[in-house]
């Protein structure tokens, strides 16, 4: 391997780590698509340690703005505090012993592993949200919750948030595009066809010239705040590797995505989702929030549920859509309707969810083999 083929595998593997972001296990990044339409994405649960996962960006151009959503991590309830794990299973903490504290992206609760945020941001302001619902009263803890969920789930704004985002990045994209095509397309074949010479710096003086400009829109588009709150700490020295580093000059973009602070919950991006995926999204949440420790009458919800409802109502969506029943495979009774896992009839309660009942197949619900 020459030299030259050394730095280019060198700076590919830099660029592709710049193109993975380490987020909540339980988080999902909506990244905008062509048309308009955008999409989740899901952190890897095989790259995953210590409740984050890594999730990779679209390597290649054309690139794309991408914000984080989040369910609702903490949920309170009467004795206790439900913290939502990335699999949907909930550890439960006495408010009398609960201790909450920041530690930068993390908060981190006695006993229990700590729980990654999108930023530290987050992290802060959960941790005094928590030492809030601590002093109230069942009833105070239930109305701040249910405030919270209604603007973590505003639609509008994260419209107008993803937009604002989108329209704020895309030169940055652009320009990163082509300095990614004059990196590893026309500086590597340069340097393929005719070596070191007079056209090899050529094209990297151009690349130079790209990533200078890239500097320079980077730095004007983080002098105001990033949509959603926040601002890029650390600009200056940003803009320094940005005008250095093609693989960060790349990805300027990302940065200010990852910057956006704004607490959105997955539902939210509705407006911005093809019906399908929204629809998807929305039974999973219903079905983890409304058989949380147990099936409830409809006058006795978990708050969380509770939440789901209104915003289900306000958009006109029937809850009975949303209940999920499994294709039945040969040999199953029953299901649970919260993990749409399959049992005998001998099962009564799903082992994977306590306190939820299972439901019995009915006869419509046959698989084809077992039909007369």
Same mark, same amino acid.
């Given at each position: 391997?020459?030299?030259?083929? =050394? =730095?280019?595998?060198?700076?590919?593997?830099?660029? =592709? !780590?710049?193109?993975?972001?380490?987020?909540?296990?339980?988080?999902?990044?909506?990244?905008?698509?062509? *048309?308009?339409?955008?999409?989740?994405?899901?952190?890897?649960?095989?790259?995953?340690?210590?409740? *984050? *996962?890594?999730?990779?960006? @679209?390597?290649?151009?054309?690139? %794309?703005?991408?914000?984080?959503?989040?369910?609702? +991590?903490?949920?309170?309830?009467?004795?206790?505090?439900?913290?939502?794990?990335?699999?949907g299973a909930a550890a439960r903490i006495a408010w009398s012993k609960l201790d909450?504290?920041?530690?930068?992206?993390?908060? +981190? &609760?006695?006993?229990?592993?700590?729980?990654?945020?999108?930023?530290?941001?987050? @992290?802060?302001?959960?941790?005094?949200?928590?030492?809030?619902?601590?002093?109230?009263?069942?009833?105070?803890?239930?109305?701040? $919750?249910? @405030?919270?969920?209604?603007?973590?789930?505003? %639609?509008?704004?994260?419209?107008? =948030?993803?937009?604002?985002?989108?329209?704020?990045?895309?030169?940055?994209?652009?320009? *990163?595009?082509?300095?990614? &095509?004059?990196?590893?397309?026309?500086?590597?074949?340069?340097?393929?066809? $005719?070596?070191?010479?007079?056209?090899?710096? &050529?094209? #990297?003086?151009?690349?130079?010239?790209?990533?200078?400009?890239?500097?320079?829109?980077?730095?004007?588009?983080?002098?105001?705040?990033?949509?959603?709150g926040g601002r890029v700490s650390h600009r200056f020295w940003k803009m320094l590797?940005? /005008?250095?580093?093609?693989?960060?000059?790349?990805?300027?973009?990302?940065?200010?995505?990852?910057?956006?602070?704004?607490?959105?919950?997955?539902?939210?991006?509705?407006?911005?989702?093809?019906?399908?995926?929204?629809?998807?999204?929305?039974?999973?949440?219903?079905? !983890? /929030?409304?058989?949380?420790?147990? %099936?409830?009458?409809?006058?006795?919800?978990?708050?969380?549920? +509770?939440? #789901?409802?209104?915003?289900?109502?306000? /958009?006109? &969506?029937?809850?009975?859509?949303?209940?999920? +029943?499994?294709?039945?495979?040969?040999?199953?009774?029953?299901?649970?309707?919260?993990?749409?896992?399959?049992?005998?009839?001998?099962?009564?309660?799903?082992?994977?969810?306590?306190?939820?009942?299972?439901?019995?197949?009915?006869?419509?619900?046959?698989?084809?083999? %077992?039909?007369?």
């Amino acid at each position: 391997m020459t030299d030259g083929q =050394l =730095l280019f595998v060198v700076v590919a593997a830099l660029y =592709l !780590i710049e193109c993975v972001r380490w987020l909540p296990a339980n988080a999902l990044a909506c990244v905008e698509g062509e *048309g308009g339409c955008w999409r989740f994405r899901r952190p890897s649960a095989n790259l995953g340690a210590r409740g *984050g *996962g890594a999730l990779l960006l @679209a390597p290649l151009p054309p690139y %794309s703005a991408w914000v984080v959503t989040m369910p609702w +991590v903490f949920i309170p309830a009467r004795d206790h505090l439900l913290v939502r794990g990335s699999t949907g299973a909930a550890a439960r903490i006495a408010w009398s012993k609960l201790d909450a504290r920041a530690d930068v992206r993390s908060i +981190v &609760i006695g006993g229990h592993a700590p729980v990654l945020m999108n930023c530290t941001a987050q @992290a802060a302001e959960w941790t005094a949200r928590l030492g809030e619902w601590r002093a109230m009263d069942e009833a105070g803890r239930e109305k701040s $919750f249910l @405030a919270l969920a209604a603007r973590s789930l505003d %639609s509008a704004d994260f419209e107008k =948030l993803a937009s604002s985002l989108a329209a704020r990045t895309r030169i940055l994209h652009t320009t *990163g595009g082509m300095i990614f &095509i004059c990196c590893f397309g026309l500086v590597s074949g340069v340097h393929a066809w $005719f070596g070191e010479g007079p056209r090899l710096w &050529i094209a #990297l003086g151009l690349l130079l010239a790209l990533q200078l400009v890239q500097a320079f829109l980077f730095m004007r588009a983080t002098r105001k705040a990033v949509p959603g709150g926040g601002r890029v700490s650390h600009r200056f020295w940003k803009m320094l590797s940005i /005008a250095l580093l093609p693989q960060h000059s790349a990805r300027a973009g990302d940065l200010l995505c990852r910057a956006v602070a704004a607490s959105h919950h997955p539902l939210a991006a509705r407006g911005l989702l093809n019906e399908s995926a929204f629809l998807e999204e929305a039974r999973r949440c219903w079905r !983890i /929030a409304s058989y949380e420790g147990g %099936s409830h009458p409809d006058d006795a919800l978990p708050v969380e549920a +509770v939440a #789901l409802k209104r915003f289900f109502k306000s /958009a006109g &969506i029937d809850l009975a859509s949303l209940e999920d +029943v499994p294709a039945r495979q040969a040999g199953s009774a029953r299901w649970c309707p919260r993990c749409l896992a399959q049992f005998q009839a001998t099962a009564n309660e799903c082992p994977d969810c306590p306190g939820v009942k299972l439901r019995e197949f009915d006869s419509a619900d046959d698989p084809p083999e %077992s039909r007369p």
